[in-house]
């Protein structure tokens, strides 16, 4: 597992992880995002200092579904950091970033949606269970080409 003192980013990308849930019915866990009504996402979240990105996507699957590592089976964890650029520069905890750069992970859970109302990170209004397709195709267009990797390389692991 990488750890991030193992990443050097002088361009101000924020590190990340991004998780791609599904199940045997080759469906997505997407959440409608709480602070964007209208734009279903999967879960993700920053990678905090001295932690590897595995920790932190352990950490971030709690905090947004509620889920434990004990209800899902990881399957693959993508080869590559993929990036994009954010609608607009922001900053978080007064460092300046122009993006995010990501280390995704493919899970399978075959339970019943998570509750959003009862996580303890309310990223989402609520989850549904959703098509690949749809969610790259209606994804805004800033995530658009990671959301297409992401599928692009897990497709082949999907239960």
């Given at each position: 597992m990488t750890q991030l003192k193992e990443i050097i980013d002088p361009q101000n990308y924020r590190l990340n992880v991004g998780i791609?849930?599904?199940?045997?019915?080759?469906?997505?866990?997407?959440?409608?995002a709480f602070h964007y009504p209208g734009e279903w996402m999967m879960p993700q979240g920053g990678i905090d200092p001295l932690e590897s990105?595995?920790?932190?996507?352990?950490?971030?699957?709690?905090?947004?579904?509620?889920?434990?590592m004990n209800q899902v089976q990881v399957i693959r964890e993508h080869d590559n950091w993929l990036q994009y650029l954010f609608r607009k520069p922001q900053y978080k905890d007064d460092v300046f970033y122009i993006g995010q750069r990501q280390k995704w992970f493919l899970l399978e859970y075959n339970g019943p949606l998570p509750d959003a109302d009862t996580v303890q990170h309310r990223e989402f209004r609520c989850f549904d269970w959703v098509d690949a397709q749809w969610l790259v195709d209606q994804i805004?267009?800033?995530?658009k080409s990671v959301y297409r990797a992401v599928v692009t390389e897990f497709r082949p692991y999907f239960p």
């Open positions: 791609m849930i599904v199940n045997r019915k080759h469906k997505i866990l997407a959440g409608d990105a595995y920790e932190a996507m352990q950490r971030e699957l709690l905090e947004e579904t509620g889920l434990q805004p267009a800033f995530k």
